[in-house]
């Protein structure tokens, strides 16, 4: 759930395959090559890919540090910052019922708690152009054995955040922050008079039919189902952290999901089989989101040039033990890819990121 700085300076083991439905076996290994250059940088990589009505999955490396476990096709991992996508849908969703208006002050929904409330709107929050200060800058995160088993309630995210004076004017630049999401899923449950994890659920993953999302209840600290390990440094040693508390992402990042339940996401999103159209329209309204050339940012969403012309539209997340990263085409492609490590975990940082978004171009462009 890292803001893809590393990622976007532009974020011996046993390697596998399995495939749900055949594609042609040139694109097939070719994308499998990628998978498999991401072993070294990371244990395991899964990944996703979807077009013209069929899916294949494949895997490499091991789900296991040290040991050869085959990696489970489609397994679980947590998502992290794709979260955020589920959140704005349901903001978007509260829109279109005309309970929330996008460009009204957060103050008309969450009356005192943000500093500076009347003058960042809804919108603003959604697409990471309040200027309020990112709580996870400040949260000790570096140090996941100290935080790994903390669990976190909202305002407590949000009071770390509100110590820090605001990085700019609302409206005025564009700079990813954690906060803003928080406060999205305050909104939401404010509005409705229900829990997020609750309205995500029924409004979100079961309506894109996704069966192997979920949300972590407090105290669940493991990945239910079949799942690879996750790995991260911590004082010069890489830990398991597979189990931890995900309770300081919320609606920012605390989804667990698969490669292939975030292509179906991005999927239904772009179909509009979740949104409105209209409210789908305003999600794809977008700033530039200077992480990496030509990138770009609506709500909830980053628009990214692909190598072979056009875009995708889709998310990401980094989570100490996971880095995930995908989305969908409007003309029916669909990726999902996940590894088990941060980059620089294992190898030089920029490196690993890089490589991580080279293997998602090759899946949309083979």
């Known amino acids: 759930m890292r803001k893809l700085v590393a990622a976007l300076t532009v974020a011996g083991l046993l390697g596998g395959t399995a495939t ?13 090559e990628q998978l498999d250059a991401l072993v070294g940088q990371f244990p395991a ?26 990696v489970p096709v489609d397994g679980r991992v947590r998502a992290g910052s794709n979260t955020k996508t589920f959140t704005a849908v349901v903001v978007l969703q509260l829109v279109a019922e005309g309970k929330v208006a996008l460009d009204a002050p957060i103050e008309r929904y969450l009356p005192g708690l943000v500093p500076g409330g009347s003058a960042i709107t809804v919108r603003q929050l959604l697409q990471h152009t309040s200027g309020l200060p990112n709580y996870t800058e400040y949260l000790g995160l570096e140090d996941v054995a100290k935080l790994r088993h903390r669990y976190f309630e909202p305002h407590e995210l949000l009071a770390v955040a509100f110590a820090h004076p605001a990085k700019f004017a609302p409206g ?62 911590s004082g010069g040693e890489v830990v398991d952290v597979t189990e931890l508390d995900p309770s300081w992402g919320w609606a920012a990042g605390q989804l667990i999901s698969t490669p292939g339940d975030l292509a179906r996401f991005s999927r239904a999103l772009l179909d509009g089989r979740l949104l409105p159209a209209a409210q789908l329209a305003e999600m ?59 980059p620089g975990t294992f190898g030089d940082g920029d490196q690993g ?12 462009c083979r």
Do not use: M
């Open 45 to 70: 990589a899964l990944a996703s890919v979807s077009r013209g009505g069929r899916t294949e999955s494949l895997v490499a490396g091991s789900a296991r540090l040290g040991s050869r476990v085959p």
């Open 353 to 364: 990121a890089q490589a991580v978004l080279s293997a998602v171009d090759a899946a949309f």
């Open 172 to 233: 005025t630049k564009w700079e990813y922050s954690n906060t803003n999401y928080v406060l999205a899923g305050l909104l939401v449950q404010r509005v409705t008079g229900r829990p997020v994890a609750e309205e995500i659920t029924s409004r979100v993953i079961r309506k894109a039919g996704l069966r192997n999302t979920y949300w972590p209840a407090a105290g669940d600290e493991g990945i239910r189902g079949p799942h690879p390990q996750g790995y991260a440094r």
């Open 284 to 342: 794809r309204k977008t700033v530039d989101a200077p992480l990496a050339p030509g990138w770009r940012y609506g709500l909830g969403l980053f628009r990214v040039p692909l190598s072979c012309g056009g875009e995708f539209w889709g998310h990401g997340g980094d989570i100490h033990g996971f880095e995930t990263r995908g989305g969908a085409t409007d003309d029916g492609r669909a990726v999902g890819l996940a590894v088990t490590a941060l």
């Open 20 to 32: 749900v439905a055949e594609a042609k076996p040139s694109g097939k290994a070719a994308l499998q």
